[in-house]
């Protein structure tokens, strides 16, 4: 059974560049949730998905949007990056009922010159 | 969500227990009280939740005291792979997994030979 898993691994982008990531959530699971991991930091909450609507969001501005699509899976964008964007990001997956924890991916390192 | 409050870093000899504190002194009577881990540069990973009662799995015990202001993760005997950061996170809902997760910057743990 696989878990969570996410791409790219790493990714380098320059500044006002946009970026689009990727989350296959673990199977069976319904509900994506990704999460801002800076250095030293603890993971911050972006925006969670469910029935491929955005339920819930973050203190994160517009240029940070998402989709999920009918398998579940789900995308992350970010648009007219900064360099404070540079960070871990981290895809989490869950059933929207009967679980109470989350499975985290390992992340895409996103580094923002 | 209540806040809570972990000292910064901890070390603990291999072989040994490792109690991780955890202070939430303005939790709600309905919100539960969840550890995650986080091996560097990997996802973080889910280890153990409770309301009030003592917790116990193959991986750690749970301590909450009975005014629930504080509680205590427990590792029985810690191994060089317990190294990680430490989350201690308080959240509503059990049977409902809709809420984030906030994360503070966790209890770094160190486990030395």
């Known amino acids: 059974d696989a878990g969570v898993t996410q791409s790219p691994t790493h990714l380098i982008k320059t500044r006002g560049q946009q970026v689009t990531l990727r989350c296959s959530p673990k199977s069976g699971h319904d509900t994506v949730s990704w999460y801002q991991q800076a250095l030293g930091q603890g993971p911050q909450f972006i925006f969670q998905y469910y029935e491929e609507e955005e339920r819930q969001r973050g203190n994160f501005p517009d240029r940070f949007s998402g989709h999920q699509f009918p398998n579940y899976s789900s995308e992350l964008n970010v648009n007219a990056l900064l360099l404070g964007d540079s960070a871990l990001y981290l895809c989490a997956s869950s059933l929207e009922r009967g679980q109470v924890r989350q499975y985290f991916g390992p992340g895409t390192r996103l580094t923002v010159t | 969500d209540a806040k809570t409050t972990q000292p910064p870093s901890m070390d603990c000899a291999e072989g040994r227990a490792a109690n991780l504190p955890c202070n939430h002194s303005?939790?709600?009577?309905?919100?539960?009280v969840y550890w995650y881990r986080q091996i560097h540069s990997q996802g973080p990973q889910y280890i153990i939740h409770g309301l009030k009662n003592n917790e116990t799995n193959e991986m750690a015990s749970l301590i909450i005291t009975e005014d629930r202001k504080s509680s205590t993760l427990i590792l029985p005997h810690a191994t060089l792979r317990d190294t990680a950061v430490y989350y201690c996170?308080?959240?509503?809902?059990?049977?409902?997994?809709?809420?984030?997760?906030?994360f503070g910057t966790g209890t770094r743990l160190q486990v030395f030979p």
């Open positions: 303005t939790i709600s009577g309905n919100e539960y």
């Open positions: 996170i308080v959240r509503v809902g059990d049977l409902r997994n809709t809420d984030k997760l906030i």
